[in-house]
């Protein structure tokens, strides 16, 4: 497309790498007889959903009631809200089922919300959390509270659910495998446990991009959630969990300067558009803030914003000839180190490579 | 207010406390003979904009286009887009100064981008960016491309600006009082050397929130540009720039969970709500992602948000009592690290503690 007269910042989508993307993980997910339910807190987009779920419209998962709601508006149904509800949340669930008719699924992982779930009736259906290792939401598989809140919701109870996001904390396969297996297990006790009470567990739900790749025996699991790997960023690649032509995020930018006694060459890619998030740089310290690349061919320039500032990114320079290679005003596209965090920092849209425009619903 | 029944993540603003802020900087101002233009890149609202103005509608700072539009919008005149101009943003230029017939202000640190701007007969006036000493935008001030951006400007040619950044990266006095007084000797020594070719230099701006306050002599200056000070944050309290008590914006959250066995609170603020940023913790390493406060006294409750992941805060417990004393479903107000990269977080507006919403301008 013509990037050239866009203005920038802008979010820039190929479709082509995120249905490359999305058909490996539905094939990878088929063939291990799992449901994949793509978490679409990554592209917050309804286009993208569809490509992640095959076409289905539902069975998903999101991460905020805004994404809920305008997944549900859009005909979405069966949406795992995957973060603990709370009671000022309520009236905007009643709100979304009500205006919509669309199953929206909660999660708890108290007896106090199973039970203020059950008090205020909405109805929907109910999901327990359980920490697998990461010591963040959940409760241990052999929590007493487990068989409370089973009993507490009754039939609006669904299934299990665990997160192993401790499994982005390694690049060693051999551990991303020991994880996998971790959070199977941990999912897979808590859901037989309530079932020797007698009451039936219909979901047992499992995953993270890695674990879902790795895991070598989904016995006993349903459903696997994942999806950063739908559109990748310097992150996974640096932990081997995606190749650079994975990667189908890319933020346009322009150089607005060339502080040439410094050597600096800035960009108009700063913390807003690209995020803090240096995450990436534990396993690929040469990240930094994002990897600058050719506009069209998105090859490397062997080059990264080293400091970033609100709205300036600044690269650092060796070679005075980049300076000229890339004159004020020229483009670059630039890899991301957490898709996530940049793709939400305020575009509100993604600009494809064929030049149509795909909102995003970001915030809460 | 009722906060209880807010969703959450939700930013609140302290109206008492941004008024304080401004009027303490307006009179510093005053007092020092300098014009005060505050950048309103952090709160990006109009309504605080016109607190820091003084009820004046114009002679503020933005950092994108959006902003520029949306106070041009509202009435506001003399805005200064203070980030480096490219062609590819001519055509919004263009269109934001014939729609509101408000002057836009732009910004250029190069021969070709002053040809550009001359060329498109924009008629915007336009300021020239001096490097001094932060090593980002702006050239030297002895670069001979100066003179010869003036000539081309011509009458469009406006004046000076420099921004000391690199004053944040200090909690030393003595060092911020160094810095603004180069930052102070750039800008004029550049406007003094353009005077010198017989062109006239009608506004030398300088600033920063650290050295607009702490700068001994502004002789030369004309106005000042800062912003940070309206809202503060952990950042700014960390190297004394702040108290406490003058922080204006915090985020509302909810305590979604406890994991008693791993010792860890959740809130419903993460990397979203808070943003990434970890830069308070150069001078304040207990700062973390931010600090936890009692929802109606602000008192700090000793605890802060030591990991963020994209939805969850989570907050390590020493002491089991504060499960008792925040229970789920609880709610706490959490102090900013960086409060300009927290309120572009997506939340799109600001609940006042009286309960009033005001709008913000995020994106570009």
Chains 1, 2 share one sequence.
Not at 142 to 164: E, K, N, T, V
Not at 188 to 210: C, F, K, L, M
Not at 220 to 231: F, K
Not at 339 to 347: E, H, I, K, P, R
């Amino acid at each position: 497309m013509d990037f050239i007269n866009l203005e920038t910042p802008a979010l820039i989508l190929d479709v082509d790498r995120v249905t490359a993307n999305a058909n490996r993980m539905l094939a990878h997910c088929k063939s291990k007889g799992v449901f994949l339910r793509p978490h679409v807190k990554t592209p917050k987009s309804t286009k993208v959903a569809k490509i992640a779920t095959g076409g289905r419209m539902g069975g998903i998962t999101v991460s905020t009631l805004a994404e809920a709601e305008y997944f549900a508006n859009a005909g979405f149904d069966d949406i795992l809200y995957a973060v603990g509800i709370t009671p000022n949340k309520f009236n905007r669930v009643a709100s979304i089922s009500e205006a919509t008719g669309k199953s929206l699924v909660l999660t708890v992982d108290s007896t106090a919300m199973a039970q203020a779930v059950a008090d205020r009736a909405l109805g929907n259906p109910v999901m327990i959390e359980i920490d697998c290792g990461e010591s963040r939401g959940g409760l241990s598989q052999d929590d007493l509270a487990l068989l409370d809140i089973a009993r507490i919701l009754g039939p609006q109870f669904r299934g299990i659910m665990s997160h192993a996001g401790h499994s982005y904390g390694t690049d060693q396969m051999a551990q991303v495998k020991k994880i996998a297996q971790e959070e199977i297990a941990a999912a897979v006790a808590a859901a037989e446990r309530i079932r020797a009470t007698g009451q039936p567990v219909s979901v047992v739900s499992v995953g993270s991009t890695p674990t879902v790749l790795h895991a070598q025996d989904f016995s006993g699991i349903t459903e696997v959630r994942a999806g950063i790997y739908l559109l990748c960023d310097l992150s996974q690649y640096g932990r081997n969990i995606c190749s650079l032509d994975d990667i189908a995020l890319t933020v346009l930018a322009t150089v607005i300067g060339h502080n040439k006694g410094a050597g600096v060459l800035t960009v108009d890619a700063g913390a807003l558009a690209m995020s803090k998030d240096i995450g990436a740089n534990n396993f690929l310290p040469e990240a930094k803030f994002g990897w600058l690349c050719d506009v069209e061919t998105l090859a490397p320039l062997g080059l990264a914003i080293d400091i970033v500032h609100q709205e300036h990114g600044s690269v650092k320079i060796d070679d005075p000839v980049v300076f000229d290679q890339l004159p004020v005003g020229s483009m670059v596209r630039i890899l991301p180190g957490h898709a996530c965090l940049t793709a939400a920092g305020g575009y509100g849209e993604y600009h494809l490579t064929d030049g149509r425009i795909w909102a995003r619903q970001d915030g809460w």
